[in-house]
């Protein structure tokens, strides 16, 4: 049904053939190419997941991009980061990238970059926004319309980058000769991952490597959609499963006993990589400088992140800032803070080293960093860090929020609130996130606390008054 269009700092989502067709993609490619042009640099990159209607909406948007002028860069179908990483590689003034991310197979959306590689926030999204729905921008004449050019090589650069990282330790990872499982869920994971997990010497099984776009099951990688994974790791004795989502984005683990672990453990672990709890090279604990004047390296992550990533944080001497759920919320705040590693809860890895970008091919290699490092199981990890339970459900949207907030307000009196992102009320060691989601029409409920009835309690609390 119409009504599907989610514009928002995660870009522009909608149900393909519904909200979302070929026409509006190349208005949006147009009106993004011409602010790219304005600033001085009509090049643009464009990639795309494996999603079905991909290739159709590439075409449209660089038609549309053609249409204001642009230098197109098309890199074809790749994960979102390597998009990212091409940006920055290409000197490019912008970058498109067709993907819907963890979206079910109907929808797609366009996710907006600027020349920093980092996606565009909600303020500039929204004035693109304006431009393509006020009709677009200029055309250019016969004589002015831009070109097309292909690169192939941006997956193959994005692995080299990994691999050169001063942090990775790559003798290290193929000497402990690892077995993983791996779930990339047909989308464009499945012509990258296998590859990494060979170059780093891994043994590998691995299921739904098609990169067709037609999910076998949800795409985006929850504990409760990761059961095929966890009977694979099992027949195959891996000593750890990983699922991607749809673009390559954000990484889940499954432990050695096949059960789901949570995606905040990613973060979680890569924050412990980096910190210097997974053999890091050259010895000790990376070495970086804070801005506000301290000596202590940042770790920031988004209000819905779990404590795990706070208290892995704290084991590795660093502050540790939240920022708002989105990506370009959390690289802002990585850039300003002059921050070491962040990301977000749902698997999401960025490392300034690399690029400020969600990296799941880059959280590999640190897990498999610090599996080696500490030779120890995934389970008798996550046995030794603090534990929490964290629950996460989501109702449709329509409730008027602001007035929720304050009933949950005055109801905990005693909890520390923050309000940049929807309303999250916070204790020592449990807290509770509301807010409406930048990707699907709902609104988004997260709990934590030290035991299940804890993150229970805290959540049936919103659940009643909406």
Excluded at 42 to 52: K, L
Excluded at 131 to 141: C, Q
Excluded at 247 to 269: H, S
Aim: one cysteine or more; proline letters at 7%; a neutral charge.
């Amino acid at each position: 049904m119409p009504g599907t269009l989610i514009v928002s700092a995660s870009g522009v989502r909608g149900i393909v053939g519904v909200d979302l067709t070929p026409e509006l993609v190349a208005r949006y490619a147009a009106a993004l190419g011409a602010r790219a042009a304005a600033a001085g640099n009509p090049r643009v990159v464009i990639g795309r997941d494996a999603r079905t209607s991909g290739e159709m909406f590439a075409r449209s948007a660089i038609a549309g991009f053609q249409s204001v002028g642009c230098e197109v860069v098309d890199i074809g179908l790749v994960p979102t980061p390597t998009a990212q990483l091409a940006v920055e590689f290409h000197r490019a003034g912008a970058g498109l990238i067709l993907t819907a991310s963890h979206n079910p197979v109907e929808w797609n959306a366009l996710k907006l970059v600027g020349p920093d590689g980092i996606f565009l926030d909600g303020a500039a999204v929204a004035e693109i926004r304006i431009l393509a729905e006020s009709g677009g921008p200029a055309r250019k004449a016969w004589d002015g319309i831009g070109t097309v050019r292909d690169d192939p090589g941006a997956t193959v650069r994005h692995l080299d980058a990994i691999e050169a990282l001063p942090i990775v330790n790559v003798p290290l990872i193929r000497a402990a000769r690892l077995r993983v499982a791996v779930d990339c869920v047909r989308g464009a994971g499945g012509a990258v991952i296998p590859v990494l997990l060979a170059r780093l010497g891994c043994e590998v099984s691995g299921i739904h490597l098609e990169t067709d776009g037609r999910f076998p099951r949800e795409p985006e990688p929850l504990p409760e959609n990761l059961g095929e994974l966890g009977d694979l790791v099992r027949r195959s004795r891996a000593d750890v499963g990983m699922a991607v989502d749809p673009d390559v984005d954000r990484l889940a683990l499954v432990d050695e006993n096949g059960e789901a672990i949570g995606e905040d453990y990613t973060l979680a672990f890569a924050v412990r990589t980096v910190l210097g709890g997974g053999a890091v090279p050259h010895g000790g604990r990376v070495a970086g400088e804070g801005r506000n004047g301290s000596d202590r390296p940042v770790v920031v992550a988004n209000l819905s992140t779990s404590l795990v990533v706070e208290d892995a944080a704290r084991d590795g001497g660093a502050r540790f800032l939240r920022a708002p759920v989105g990506e370009s919320n959390v690289a802002k705040a990585m850039v300003a803070e002059g921050a070491v590693i962040g990301g977000e809860g749902n698997g999401g890895v960025i490392l300034p080293a690399l690029h400020m970008g969600r990296d799941a091919p880059l959280g590999v290699a640190l897990i498999l960093q610090y599996l080696a490092g500490q030779k120890r199981t995934v389970s008798a990890l996550v046995s030794a860090s603090p534990r929490y339970r964290i629950l996460k459900t989501k109702v449709k949207r329509g409730a008027d929020l602001p007035p929720l907030y304050e009933k949950l307000k005055a109801r905990f009196p005693e909890a520390a609130t923050d309000q940049r992102d929807g309303l999250r009320l916070a204790w020592p060691d449990r807290w509770v996130h509301l807010r409406p989601s930048g990707t699907e029409p709902v609104i988004r409920i997260i709990a934590e606390g030290p035991t299940e009835p804890d993150a229970r309690q805290l959540m049936d609390a919103c659940r009643s008054l909406l």
